[in-house]
């Protein structure tokens, strides 16, 4: 257990550490702070923090710098701060989403590269399990004599197109019948759909038409379920300085890998997560990642990631996320 004193002197050391780059020294801490104790007394209680392992000393410096430990105390404050503090949540998705013609990749690539602008830091933005989104209509149109596009109409507003090649010969009245039947028995068990495929159809020739939708459809919600955007990937690696240079290798071998998606999938709720170092991975050091849940409405959520150095401006992170809705 620490005291009063001793765990803002971590704070201290923590935001002058994350302002200045460089380990701090009870000098500094007394000049930014204008702290009412001696240097001393500063030193001392850096000391002990030091033999807590909140702090760590290098042999080139007098100053400390945070350690994990260090951060981590630092942030869960933070995180029980924000917990009981009301925030004007803003519906940035909706309007991104009406801004770009209710195309949801576009609006969620929007998002990533806005959220990074904002935080000064990489960002990641996985788009929403479709699997929970319900298909309001189905609507297929001939083309021409060898492409139908297929119209999918969401719950959440959205409109996709999907391209069919195929030489069926079949009036717009019939297409019209399959796309009604689609959108009516579309998100029933698969065993239930093929039997209603087969009571429905005229022929052999609708039935394999019909199923070949079917697994489009299923295919691309697989698919763009799990999509990820990327906002400012080049803000990582400003953030990472001579000293730490040698783990930007494996933070983007970790963030182009499936295990980011894990990590990612485990968000449960609205409630923001701060994972440091090797606790997101046993190979990394000196990077943190800040995740919440975005929602376009209640039913339809995906997760944010922010991504970012251990000396990484938390406060402003987690301000920033707990007023995304």
Not at 83 to 95: A, C, E, I, T, Y
Not at 260 to 279: A, C, F, Q, R, Y
Request: charged share 20%; no cysteine.
């Amino acid at each position: 257990m620490i005291t009063d004193r001793q765990l803002s002197i971590l704070n201290a050391i923590v935001e002058d550490y994350v302002d200045l780059g460089q380990p701090i020294g009870s000098k500094t801490l007394i000049d930014r702070h204008h702290l009412d104790v001696s240097p001393a007394t500063i030193r001392n209680e850096m000391k002990y923090l030091e033999e807590l392992n909140f702090l760590e000393k290098t042999h080139s410096s007098s100053g400390r710098s945070p350690s994990e430990e260090g951060f981590r105390l630092y942030v869960n404050q933070l995180l029980k701060n924000a917990s009981h503090q009301k925030h004007n949540k803003v519906q940035r998705l909706n309007q991104l989403l009406i801004e770009n013609h209710y195309d949801i990749s576009s609006a969620l690539n929007y998002f990533a590269n806005e959220l990074s602008m904002k935080s000064q830091y990489a960002t990641l933005v996985v788009r929403p399990d479709h699997n929970k989104d319900i298909i309001n209509n189905i609507h297929l149109i001939r083309a021409n004599q060898s492409i139908i596009i297929m119209v999918i109409v969401y719950n959440s507003g959205h409109v996709e197109h999907l391209h069919l090649h195929s030489y069926i010969d079949l009036g717009n009245d019939r297409l019209i019948d399959i796309s009604n039947f689609i959108s009516q028995h579309y998100s029933e068990n698969n065993f239930n759909l093929k039997s209603k495929i087969k009571a429905f159809v005229n022929s052999n020739e609708e039935e394999v038409f019909i199923n070949n939708i079917v697994h489009m459809l299923n295919s691309h919600l697989h698919k763009q379920s799990n999509s990820i955007f990327m906002g400012g990937k080049v803000k990582l690696i400003d953030a990472l300085n001579e000293s730490n240079v040698s783990s930007i290798q494996p933070i983007l071998q970790y963030l182009e890998s499936e295990r980011i998606t894990e990590l990612l999938e485990d968000i449960s709720s609205s409630e923001i997560n701060v994972k440091i170092g090797k606790e997101i991975d046993e190979s990394l050091s000196d990077i943190s990642i800040v995740t919440s849940q975005y929602h376009f409405d209640h039913s339809l959520k995906g997760q944010i990631a922010v991504i970012g150095p251990t000396a990484m401006h938390y406060q402003n992170v987690i301000q920033l996320l707990n007023q995304i809705w």
